[in-house]
Nanobody
Framework: QVQLLESGGGLVQPGGSLRLSCAAA????????MGWYRQAPGKERELVAT???????NYVDFVKGRFTISRDNAKNTVYLQMNSMNPEDTAVYYC???????????????WGQGTLVTVSS
C-alpha cells in the first residue's frame, strides 16, 4: 500500500513564502504525474499545479509566477514553493500522485492527508 505524507503547512503573512513537501512511501514501482490541489473553506477542491515524470509542469493561472512545483524522483517527493502569498491562498493543500505499485501492478491515484496553509496578518 502506498501512502503520501505531507509537511510544510502553517501560518504565513501576506507576501510571505512557504514550501510544501509530499513524500510517497510503500510498494512503489513507478510514479507518473505528481500534483498539488487545494480546497478553501466552502469551496471545491481545485488543481494548483502538476509535474510529469519528465519534469514538464503545468500551473493554473492564479499561481503562475508565484508558485513553483518540483520533484525529486530518487526520493519519490514533490514540492510546492509558494511565494508572494495572499489571503486567497488560504486552504488545505493536498498532494496527488499517479503510482504504479506492486503486487497489483496497476496505476492508481493516491492522495495525501492534506496540510493547512493560512495566509493572514
Amino acid at each position: 500500500q502506498v501512502q503520501l505524507l505531507e509537511s510544510g503547512g502553517g501560518l504565513v503573512q501576506p507576501g510571505g513564502s512557504l514550501r510544501l513537501s509530499c513524500a510517497a512511501a510503500g510498494s512503489i514501482l513507478s510514479i507518473n504525474v505528481m500534483g498539488w490541489y487545494r480546497q478553501a473553506p466552502g469551496k471545491e477542491r481545485e488543481l494548483v499545479a502538476t509535474i510529469t515524470s519528465g519534469g514538464r509542469t503545468n500551473y493554473v493561472d492564479f499561481v503562475k509566477g508565484r508558485f513553483t512545483i518540483s520533484r525529486d524522483n530518487a526520493k519519490n517527493t514533490v514540492y510546492l514553493q509558494m511565494n508572494s502569498m495572499n489571503p486567497e491562498d488560504t486552504a488545505v493543500y493536498y498532494c496527488n500522485m499517479q503510482v504504479l505499485d506492486y503486487p497489483s501492478n496497476t496505476w492508481r491515484g493516491v492522495w495525501g492527508q492534506g496540510t493547512l496553509v493560512t495566509v493572514s496578518s
